[in-house]
C-alpha cells in the first residue's frame, strides 16, 4: 500500500501530526508584543532593527496591540502601577502565547529593590524564557527567541492544551525574608535577619 | 568685594519682603550665596503672595524634608519652596516647619498655578496636606496607595505592596 502511494505521489507528500505542523508554523511566525519599560527596551528595538535583523528568525513584526501578537517581550522594570496594566495586556494577548522576561529587572526587580518595583514579573504572568544581563545584548534576546521556537516546536499542541496543565502559579512565592539571606544560610552563613522589613 | 554686594543685596531683599508682611518673624540666614528664609507656617501664604509681589515670579520647586532622627531637628517636616525673580535672576529659599499631627498648610496654587503638581507630589510622597488645592490628590503613586514613601520610617522595600497583586496561572490566561 505504502510503496503504492510512493510510486503515485513520490516525495510531494509528508507525514507529520497536527501539533507538530501547529507548533512549527507557530515558532516560524511569532508576532512580538514590545513591552519595553526601560532601557533594555532600547535593546529591545536594537535588536528588531536592521543591524541584528531580527527578522532573519521570523519574529520582526512588532505589534503594538496586543490582540494581534502572541509573544510578549517585556523589557524593563516593571512598577506596581504598571502591573496591573501589564497583566491586562496579558489577557488581552490570543492564544497561543508566551512571555520573556527581558533583562535583570524584570526577571527579578534587579537593583531596584525598592517599594515600587516588582520583584520579577514572574511572580503575576507566566514567563518561559529568561534573558539575563542589565541589559542584554542583542545576541541573547535573538538566542532566547530561538530557544523558544524550540520549547514551541517540542512541546506545542494544536489546541494549547499543554497550557491548560498548568494551573499553579509559576513564579516564586511570596517570600517574608529576603530570598538571598535564605540562600546564604543554607550555605553556611548566618547573617541576622531584616528587622527594617518584617512583611517585606 | 563681592561679600558686600551679595550682603547688600540680602539686606535689600529682606527688607522688601517684611516690608510687604510687617509683623510676621521671618528668620534668615545665608549659606553660599544662598538666601534661605523661614517663616512660621501660619503665615505661609501672606508671605508667598508678598514674595510674588517684589518680584519672585517663578515658583521653581516645592519639596520636604523628613527630619527624623536628623542631627537636633526638633521639628519633623521641613517644606521648601524654591523660588525665582526671572528679571534679575536672584533666588529665594522659603521654608517651614511642621509637625504631626497638623500636617496641613494653604496651597500655593492662588499664587503660582504651577504649584499644582509639586504639591500633589509632595503629598504623595511626605503627606503634607495643602488646603486649598484644587485637584487634591496623589500624582505618582496609585490612589490607593496608603503610605508616605518618602517618609524616614517607611521602609525602602516598602510594606508588601509590590506583592500585593493577583497571580495569573499558565491555564487562567
Ligand atoms: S536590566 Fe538593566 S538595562 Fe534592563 S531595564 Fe533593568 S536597569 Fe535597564
Redesign the interface.
Known sequence: MATEINKTVGDNVFLTTLDAAASWARANSLWPMPFATACCGIELMSTAASRHDLSRFGSEVMRFSPRQCDLMIVAGRVV??M??VL?RI??QMP?P?WCISMGACACSGGVF???????GID????VDVYVPGCPPRPEQLIRSIIDLQEKIQSGGTYNARE?????????PQ?FDEDELIRIRERNGFKLDPPT??P?? | MTNTTASSDVGDLQSRLSGEVPGVSLAWSTYQDQTRVVVPAADLLSVLQASKKIGFDQLTDITCVDLLEYGNATDRFEVVYLLLNIETSERLTLKTYLNEPDLTIPSATSVWFGADWLEREVYDMYGIIFAGHPNFKRLLLPQEFQSFPLRKDYPVKGRGERHNFPVITRAES
Do not use: C, N
Open positions: 506596581m502601577k502591573l496591573p497583566q496579558w489577557l492564544e502565547k529593590d525598592t517599594y515600587a518595583v516588582v520583584q511572580r503575576f504572568i507566566p497550557f491548560k496543565l498548568r494551573i499553579l502559579p509559576e513564579g511570596r527594617y522589613d512583611v517585606h
